[in-house]
């Protein structure tokens, strides 16, 4: 039934139609019903005046249908930023909602250190704008009514190949930290890749989450600390240590700096200088001797390193931060389990490689011999789809799922993953890819 006809006892009935200032009258609310399903129409002061005109023609109804039209506009708070994470139309929606979480707690730092790249940001941004060179291939006629997006890795099932990468610090976020992206990622059976120097413990995230997570390690430059951290890992069943890499030459997070600028806190209690009064009073370091660690990412690590890290690991050894073919390869001799293709989310180095762009590479100097995960600038479904059709095992996502915790805790957290895990399904559809397996080369073509 048509909106005009849908009101009680003020409307007209059809029977006032044939006068001429009836048609009219539909005229207009058709013209403001159009403005106001329009996504030209985006801020609520705008949104509010199409609102009252609607309201002041004959029709009640029709001002309460405008809420149906613009998608519950009553859900956004009057700065246009969602006011519950089921509100949310896709991830990047959580962004500013995070960012007003977080300033009105009087921390710009914080909110710095979430946004910086290294420099000008260049690779950051461009590993999300690269995805954008690809295209998806789509198939049509095929019944797509069951799809399987579940995988199988180091003899685990994921119900998604969406991971949750490591963060540091998300008790900065939100108290519970990596235990609530833990409970939001296990409940639906998505792995995470805890973060050395989060709060949370690995033994309480693997707690919350179900089953064991995966443990992203700084080894620091002491080995004590490192096999230390290693037993602590293993011991709490943690079947993956991922060791990063590519923070040996240091950092200029220009963003974070800026932002510190504007923090007028007393954060000494977090952030006195020197290792044992910064670090150490994370979760995982709790009762290991770090008196003598001078560096908490191994500036001086080498390929020999990873032969003896690869010594006393009992599981799957994974490298992060792998960018080239050569390096791959060498990856492969040295008797890692897996790669991580990554630059920390462009805060690694200004190089301008963006982690998609690179990934075929990788796939191809391991031929399969070894699974190849990628993460960085991940925010949409098909994102996830042409990473996948590029040879990728698994897809991490890091900010978007930040956003989440920043702005409403575990349940953001929650809606991200939902509504990432529903543009993949889509999209998987619309490829004619009714499982992973399915998902391949063929998916993806240039889109220059």
Partial sequence: MEPEHMAGTHDPGPSQLDGLFEPKMIVRRRLLKFLAASPLVATPTVASA???????????????????????????????????????????????????????????????????????????????????????????????????ASIKIFGETWGSPIFICPVSSLGAYDPEAGVAVARAAGKRKHQMILSTVDNASIADANKAHGSPAWFQLYPTDDWVVTQALVNRAEASGTPVIVLTVDRQGGRNTEDLFRARRLDERDCTACHTPGFTNDVSRKANFFDIDVSKVTNLYGTGMTWEFVDRLRGIVKGKLLLKGIMTGDDASRALSHGVDGILVSNHGGRAEESGQATIGVLAEVVGAVDGRIPVLVDGGVRRGTDVLKALALGATAVGIGRPYVWGLASFGEAGVDRVLEILDAEFVTIMRQAGALNIKEITRGNVTSAL
């Fill in 50 to 148: 199409i609102a009252s005109l609607l309201a002041s023609a004959p029709g009640q109804a029709l001002a309460q249908n405008y809420d149906v039209l613009r998608g519950s506009r009553r859900a956004l708070g009057p700065d246009g930023i969602i006011t519950a994470p089921g509100d949310a139309l896709n991830v990047f929606e959580f962004e500013p909602a995070a960012k007003k979480a977080v300033l009105s707690q009087d921390a710009p730092a914080h909110w710095g250190y979430l946004e910086s790249g290294v420099d000008g940001d260049v690779t950051r941004d461009a590993n999300h704008t690269a995805y954008q060179r690809y295209s998806l291939r789509v198939k049509r006629l095929i019944d797509a009514r069951k799809v399987d």
